[in-house]
């Protein structure tokens, strides 16, 4: 009886056991940027099935001249389509994403997310007006300190200097790049922020790099407290009742 029980508790256990998530395939993502690109330009279909089926016509087009077997030449025109399809997909997910989240708050911050090696980026602003909700943010390579500024150009100047100095009193013989991101003179769209950032000219070693992080992130923590009441750096938005003081 004892026995009956126990194997009908195990039995119990293993159906409570929640079941396996499906592993997600490639092809499940490349649907899912397909149905967010078509949201946004209808279009995208017919320009698609245009460069696969015109890549497999011209191949076949292409064997036939040279005397050779069109359905191999064929083929290998499907496979340069799909793989021109492939990049033409890419190239406009990556406009529409920019385009929501430019000119939100955070928008910056999103944007130096995507440069992945040999940087160390602040997710948080470095510095925050609470007037206008001005911000900075930091990224450090080799290069040197980054400093990217998100909003109008006739005001952000004042709070890049502030920062910089700031920066060259930690780090006094590393460089310091000043760059405002919006669609002003003088700054950089949003789009085209991580290539900016990238492009800069190295002049630090990469082992250099990872102690110039620490010593300015020490630099943050210890300017932490007195950040403007009413703004919060983690989703870059003010508080509306904190700024009124309730």
């Known amino acids: 009886m004892a026995r009956k029980t126990s194997e009908a508790a195990d039995g119990g256990a293993k159906a409570a056991k929640p079941p396996k998530e499906k592993k997600r395939r490639w092809y499940h993502q490349v649907w899912e940027i397909y149905t967010m690109v078509r949201k946004e330009q209808p279009s995208i279909t017919w320009l ?63 944007a130096l997310g995507t440069i992945k090696r040999g940087w160390n980026i602040e997710e948080e602003p470095v510095a925050v007006d609470p007037r206008h909700q001005d911000m900075v943010f930091r990224a450090v390579g080799r290069p040197g300190v980054v400093l990217v500024s998100e909003g109008p150009a ?45 492009k800069q000219k190295k002049s630090l070693a990469s082992g250099v790099v990872p102690e110039v992080s620490k010593r300015l992130r020490a630099l943050h923590h210890m300017n932490r407290l007195p950040v403007p009441k009413g703004i919060d750096p983690m989703k870059a938005r003010p508080d509306r009742k904190a700024a009124r003081g309730r």
């Not at 064997?63 to 021109?84: D, H």
């Not at 405002?180 to 950089?188: C, F, L, M, P």
């Open 48 to 110: 698609l099935l245009l460069i696969i089926i015109g890549a497999a016509a011209l191949g076949a087009l292409v064997g036939i001249l040279i005397s050779y077997p069109w359905g191999i030449t064929a083929f290998m025109g499907l496979a340069f389509g799909l793989m021109g399809g492939m990049i033409l997909l890419g190239r406009r997910a990556e406009f529409f994403a920019y385009k929501r989240i430019e000119g939100q708050p955070g928008a910056v911050s999103a």
């Open 154 to 198: 006739h005001r952000v100047g004042k709070l890049l200097e502030s920062e910089k100095k700031k920066v060259a009193r930690v780090v006094p013989n590393v460089p310091v790049i000043l760059i405002q991101e919006g669609r002003g003179e003088g700054q950089v769209p949003l789009p085209q922020l991580a290539k900016a950032v990238r």
